[in-house]
């Protein structure tokens, strides 16, 4: 095998090496059945096993209560910015949305075009370096929708949005999905991509109050539609079976490591030392406000371009990989997810550490 080296990419991103080794095992056999894991059919005994183990593994970790569904979808997060309102939102009805990032500016948009759309906070004005303290909502919001961690921006909710009467809520947390404990009973909706805290491309956990289920829209086509996929459990079409084992294994992962309490005790320790030393640097200064900070995606700048991209350079030459900045924020991010390991970032802040003595000479 060649050397790995720290992969501190935003998605993909890097798995634990015990999942992969065995995910690895199971492409010519899964366990003694003789076929791999991507050959069984997702109507088979093995499959469903698979499956069925992976759902209440999900639910089990997030303390996901009876009411709600759990589902493996496809169609990324960037489906659910549709499938949302397309089921939900009328034309004379208004959703609220918290804009605190690019994901967020998307999502609302793909909302306008079946309803009205009420921008309850913004923190736009500040290139979204903060997660706003303020929310207007609109009269009767049908729901309201924020993105827990913008992971463009490095800035993430450190508390769940309260929402009026009448409206659920829902949120988009495909950068801190698992990565601490979530009050699910305060959610209508939870989406995510899997692929940064939960497995690779392909897979998005949709986690829904039953009865939003069943009040989705019924003239949608079939795929389109929660019911449809709920009554199926996931499988009205052919789920993608490799990534739903590879989440498998990851909540297995998760679990032995402690749940999700022991997840965010892990993510906050490897967070606090990238942003101790960002806080006392002379070169690299953080670039999102103090109580908004991002345990996942770490931003930071010199606040000299060619400064950024000799550190990005040198970096990745010492195998430090996928520290560049979103282009729209330029600078670096680290995203360091639940896998990501300690010494990854112990690594990272000594590197720092002396590139900074190398260019303040
Ligand atoms: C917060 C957030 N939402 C949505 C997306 C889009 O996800 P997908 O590519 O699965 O559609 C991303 C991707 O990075 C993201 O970080």
Redesign the pocket.
């Known amino acids: 095998m060649s050397k790995r080296i720290y992969n501190f990419s935003?998605?993909p991103a890097v798995l634990p090496e015990s999942v992969l080794a065995e995910a690895g095992a199971n492409l010519l056999s899964l366990g003694e059945t003789g076929i791999g894991i991507m050959e069984h059919s997702h109507r088979g005994k093995a499959f469903l096993k698979v499956y069925e183990e992976t759902e209440a593994l999900c639910r089990e970790l997030g303390g996901i209560p009876a009411d709600y569904d759990v589902l493996f979808l496809q169609g990324?997060?960037?489906?659910q910015f549709s499938m949302i309102p397309m089921n939900y939102l009328k034309p004379a009805e208004t959703a609220d949305y918290l804009m605190t990032g690019a994901?967020s500016e998307k999502a609302e948009e793909e909302a306008r075009r079946y309803g009205k759309t009420h921008l309850a906070c913004s923190s736009k004005d500040q290139n979204y370096n903060y997660i706003p303290d303020a929310v207007t909502y609109s009269p009767r919001p049908t729901y309201v929708h924020y993105?827990s961690?913008?992971?463009i921006f490095g800035t993430q909710f450190k508390a769940t949005p309260q929402v009026p009467a009448g409206a659920f809520l829902v949120v988009?947390a495909?950068?801190d999905i698992y990565s601490r404990p979530i009050d699910v009973a305060k959610h209508g909706i939870i989406y995510a991509?899997a692929?940064k805290n939960l497995g690779p491309?392909g897979v998005?956990l949709v986690i829904m109050r039953k009865d939003l289920v069943e009040r989705g829209s019924k003239d949608l086509p079939a795929m389109l539609q929660y019911r449809i996929h709920a009554k199926n459990q996931s499988m009205y079409n052919t789920p993608p079976t490799f990534g739903l084992f590879v989440m498998n294994l990851v909540f297995k992962w998760i679990k032995s490591h402690g749940g999700l309490a022991a997840m965010a005790t892990h993510n906050e320790a490897k967070a606090k030392t990238l942003y101790d030393y960002l806080d006392q640097s002379k070169l690299f200064k953080p670039t999102a406000r103090r109580d908004s900070r991002s345990l996942m995606n770490v931003t930071f700048v010199t606040g000299n371009e060619e400064t950024d991209n000799a550190f990005v350079s040198a970096a990745t030459k010492a195998g430090f990989d996928g520290l560049k900045g979103h282009r729209s924020v330029g600078g670096m991010r680290a995203s360091i997810y639940n896998a990501f390991p300690v010494a990854g970032v112990t690594a990272l802040v000594e590197f720092m550490r002396e590139f900074e003595a190398k260019t303040l000479v």
């Open positions: 935003a998605g990324g997060a960037s489906l994901w993105t961690n913008n992971t988009d495909s950068s991509g692929q491309s998005t």
